[in-house]
């Protein structure tokens, strides 16, 4: 609680402005003890199990599924019988209601979702409950109104469901990778197996019910947790289509394996975004937007602006202002309703932000942390800015996937240009300029697959979302979503 201080005669005034407490209640969502496969709409007893935790306080939260190569196969058999019993063959209107449905469930459910995506992955819940939420719900919505407008979305191409697909998602947007992943698969009339990160099962397992809720024919979504093995059994399987998202270094894996076996492949990989800051800017939005940036999630975000580019005749300017914000930033239990930065997804996660940061120290750059208290259990890293940095240390070059902002600096467009395609990725970029001939130009010569223009972090699902070059290829959302999922006569 704030303190309070007496000034002479006059009423006491607050000394600090410091937040009261403001936990989220737990209680309305239920988790099980032990949960299974979830196969043919039915759960299947796992064989072997292992244990979920909460981040934040390192509390089991539940026994889950190991799968193994037999569980995997019969998922997969499960989803191939589903596509051919009926699913390929409903009329897309049909198929279209189940997804208005799950949509429409999500909605109804959201607060039990976001409570469990906080718990299970570590973040703050104003950003599962504002962010995560809202945006699978309108994934699955905008889907839904696809369903049955295949042939006008690809027109004289006789669009036509490929059959299985397997899909490998990651721990830092758990329900929301489902949704881009299920809801696109599932409009274009195919059945899917998916599996979870190990980290952050549990939002999918809930998801289950959903399905059941929604009364969606047995098999036609499948979800099998487990570690990487288990992803691995997928991509061998027999399924049409492998749509991944994760690190490069996994993605090249699965692209080596898939390699003439005739199964398509998308791949959303990791990325290295220049958030590009002109002296003409409108500079406190910059800086909110160089905040949510970086620190949105944990900087758990593929996407996230993690190389900043400033002008040089602003620099002093920007970081200074920078600073002050970081000092305002709250990193602390992801229940609480005022929490701005959560917890590290897991241990090996903190392991490697921490390994990168020290490489960053001891290769010349200049860190700044703001004063901060961290809980005593979890995995928490505080906010961190680096200064002087060069092009060529591993913070400028490497992902780091964590709450850490290199700053660069640049004297013309030109230059700018250069070094923000200066990376072996191309997932995303920001400009911030009042000049919208800049933003255009820029825009061109970026190479990313998406670029936000004076904001950044923002996806609605009529956007296409992808990468060039290590950061993958497909693109996932919008009408381009549907086209992995479809061949066409
Ligand atoms: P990861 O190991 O690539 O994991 C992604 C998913 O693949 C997880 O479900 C993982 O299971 C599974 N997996 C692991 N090894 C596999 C294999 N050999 N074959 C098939 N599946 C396998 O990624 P991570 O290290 O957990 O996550 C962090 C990285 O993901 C970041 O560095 C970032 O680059 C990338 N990422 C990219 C995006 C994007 O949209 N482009 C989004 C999020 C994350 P386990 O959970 O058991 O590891
Ligand atoms: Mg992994």
């Known amino acids: 609680m704030t303190e309070l201080e007496k000034k002479q005669s006059r009423a006491p005034v607050p000394s600090g402005w410091d937040y009261a407490p403001a936990p989220e209640a737990r209680d309305i969502v239920r988790i099980e003890e032990r949960y299974g496969h979830f196969v043919g709409g039915e759960w299947l007893e796992p064989r072997e199990t292992y244990t979920t935790i909460a981040p934040a306080s390192e509390e089991p939260l539940a026994e889950v599924g190991q799968a193994t190569p037999e569980e995997v196969r019969s998922a997969i058999q499960a989803a191939r019988d589903a596509f051919q019993n009926g699913w390929s063959a409903l009329p897309g209107s049909e ?72 899909q490998i998602i990651p721990w830092n947007f758990p329900l ?22 190990e980290t952050t099962p549990l939002t999918a397992l809930l998801f289950c019910d959903v399905v059941r809720q929604a009364e969606l024919p047995p098999g036609v979504v499948n979800i ?17 289509k492998i749509a991944f998202t994760g690190s490069t270094e996994v993605g090249k894996a699965i692209q080596r394996e898939l390699a003439g076996t005739g199964k398509r492949l998308t791949l959303e990989l990791g990325g290295k975004a220049a958030n590009i800051v002109f002296d003409d800017c409108a500079l406190d939005q910059a800086v909110e937007g160089i905040v949510n940036g970086i620190y949105f999630n944990q900087g758990h975000v593929c996407c996230a602006g993690s190389r900043l580019f400033v002008q040089e005749s602003i620099y002093e300017d920007v970081v200074k202002k920078l600073k002050r914000r970081m000092k305002t930033l709250r990193v602390g239990d992801p229940l609480d309703k005022n929490t701005d930065v959560g917890a ?21 750059a200049e860190i700044y942390q703001p004063p901060c208290k961290l809980p005593e259990k979890g995995y928490w890293f505080v906010p961190t800015v680096f200064t002087n940095v060069a092009q060529s240390y591993r913070i400028a070059q490497e992902e780091i996937f964590g709450p850490v902002l290199s700053v660069l600096t640049f004297r013309t467009p030109d230059e ?28 061109e010569r970026l190479r990313a697959g998406v670029i936000w223009a004076n904001t950044f972090n923002r996806f609605d699902p009529a956007s296409p979302f992808g990468g060039y070059k290590e950061s993958g290829f497909g693109r996932e959302g919008g009408r381009h979503g549907l086209e992995p999922y479809l061949e066409f006569e």
Do not use: C
């Open 95 to 166: 198929r279209a209601k189940y997804l208005f449905r799950i949509a429409r469930i999500l909605q109804e459910r959201s607060r039990e979702f976001a409570v469990l995506e906080s718990l299970n992955g570590g973040k703050p819940i104003k950003e599962s409950r504002d962010v995560d939420l809202p945006l699978a719900a309108a994934h699955f919505f905008y889907y839904a109104g696809w369903a049955d407008k295949l042939e006008y979305a690809f027109p004289n191409r006789r669009p036509k469901p490929i059959g299985v697909a397997g």
């Open 344 to 364: 590290i997804n897991s241990r090996q996660q903190l392991e490697k932000i921490k390994e990168l940061v020290a490489a960053g120290e001891q290769e010349g």
């Open 224 to 240: 099998v947790t487990g570690d990487g093995r288990t992803g691995v059994e997928i991509v061998k399987g027999d399924v049409d």
């Open 416 to 443: 700018a240009v250069e070094k923000a395609n200066n990376t072996p990725y191309g997932l995303s970029a920001g400009i911030w300029t009042e000049k919208g001939s800049r933003i255009l130009w820029m825009a």
């Open 176 to 197: 929301l990778m489902l949704a881009w992943k299920i809801a696109p698969a599932l409009a274009a009339g195919n059945t899917v197996v998916l599996k979870p990160a």
